[in-house]
């Protein structure tokens, strides 16, 4: 007989991107779903990974993380958004960003805890929040544009709220946040206990000459504030699974007590590659362009078909409507899609607690010129 268990998380089922990407093979459809390049990484950068196994580097590395590697990302901070960031005590490599998250959450969450996240949410989050018995206080983004309706995150601040979670770009509809988004952030943390968790796993992939708003800008923010990144969305290598968090000293001194008894260390020949190949500026600053291309690619190509896009700002998503297409709701519409159309996609709804449909699905163009051709040409024909 198999003992019975009671479920942490008795409403959820399997990540929709696994299911999409499943249904996507059964039914060998064009993958623009899940968000992953098709492309090859950098060769360098895995040459280097290998010089570092031969190097003799298979050995764990200091919970921590890599201390160069720590060290250049405190660089690049320092660089980019003016942070002063003490590689010591304020960085922490983990396995990806999603780990990064979890591990905040984690670390600062007691049951009964509020957190404030804004949907649609990447679907980690919630789960991740009541995991630990927290409840998520979930705020709707004003839709068409996703953007934050501060008055309503003002009057959703109680005496329990412990935290604010912000992603930027954003996941799934590439909407991304202004300065004067941070400035109410600002005001609304402002003299309380709030925590911020900024996930800015995209942070390079910005289009159309928009600033990203990194939390590392602001030290006042800082000292408040759990920021998740993640090597896999720079580096086109979503397999390696390893990003990192940068807080304050004592906020990740706790962090690092959770984080040290789950995965203690990450795999150390791609953290000796990574300590050398993120030096050079180059390798991250090129990608906002890069995939901004892809993005018009894709826009000019989907033109002719009876979708519409909305805009995307960053992150490797656009969204569209279909309403033209069908009436159907937004899962039932892309599971349709993948099976007899041949294109995978992911319903939006799937990012929403509720399931809120506004019958919009999510497209990847982090893909080959040869992928959005082969997917466009079938969408066409709806
Ligand atoms: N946050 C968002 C919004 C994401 O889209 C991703 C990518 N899956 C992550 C976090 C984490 O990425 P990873 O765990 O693969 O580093
Ligand atoms: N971040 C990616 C997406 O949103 C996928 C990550 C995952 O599969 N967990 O599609």
Redesign the pocket.
């Known amino acids: 007989m198999i003992p019975s268990i009671q479920s942490k998380l008795p409403e959820v089922g399997t ?1 929709i ?2 299911v999409m990407s499943g249904l996507a093979a059964e039914h060998h459809a064009v993958n623009l ?4 390049p098709d492309y090859p990484m950098n060769a360098e950068l895995t040459s280097l990974v290998d010089k570092a196994m031969r190097d003799g580097y298979n050995q764990y590395v200091p919970m921590q993380g890599y201390m160069p590697l720590r060290e250049a990302i405190a660089e690049k901070a320092g660089k980019l958004y003016g942070a002063e960031i003490h590689p010591g005590t304020d960085i922490t490599i983990t396995p990806g960003g ?1 780990y990064a998250i979890y591990t905040a959450l984690t670390t600062v969450l007691q049951p009964g805890d509020e957190v404030i996240v804004f949907e649609p949410a ?1 679907d ?1 989050y919630i789960p991740n929040i009541e995991i630990n018995g927290a409840v998520a206080v979930r705020l709707p983004l004003r839709y068409p544009d996703y953007s934050i309706d501060w008055q309503l995150v003002r009057a959703s601040v109680t005496s329990r709220t412990r935290m604010i979670m912000i992603n930027s770009p954003h ?2 509809t590439g909407a991304v946040l202004r300065e004067t988004d941070i400035q109410e952030l600002r005001k609304v943390v402002k003299d309380t206990q709030i925590l911020i968790l900024s996930d800015e796993v995209y942070e390079h992939l910005i289009f159309d000459g928009v600033q990203h708003e990194s939390i590392l800008k602001y030290p006042d923010l800082m000292e408040r504030a759990f920021v998740c990144f993640s090597f896999g969305k720079v580096y086109h290598c ?1 397999g390696w699974k390893l990003g990192y968090c940068i807080s304050n000293a004592a906020l990740m001194a706790e962090f690092r007590k959770v984080h040290q008894y789950n995965c203690f260390s990450c795999h150390t020949p791609s953290q000796v590659a990574l300590a050398t190949f993120i030096r050079d500026g180059e390798t991250y600053l090129g990608l906002g362009n890069f995939l901004q291309e892809k993005r018009d690619y894709f826009i000019r190509s989907m033109a002719a078909t009876k979708f519409d896009l909305l805009h995307s700002y960053g992150s490797y ?1 656009i969204c569209a409507k279909y309403h033209r297409i069908s009436r159907e709701n937004d899962t039932g519409f892309a599971t349709r899609l993948t099976m007899e159309n041949k294109v995978a996609t ?1 319903p939006v709804s799937a990012f929403y607690k509720e399931g809120t449909d506004n019958q919009v699905i999510r497209f ?1 163009f982090a893909k080959k010129q040869e992928t959005i051709d082969a997917a466009v040409e079938k969408l066409l024909l709806l």
Do not use: A, D, E, K
């Open positions: 990540t991107f696994t779903g899940q968000g992953f999603t990447y980690s996941n799934p979503t998503f992911i990847c």
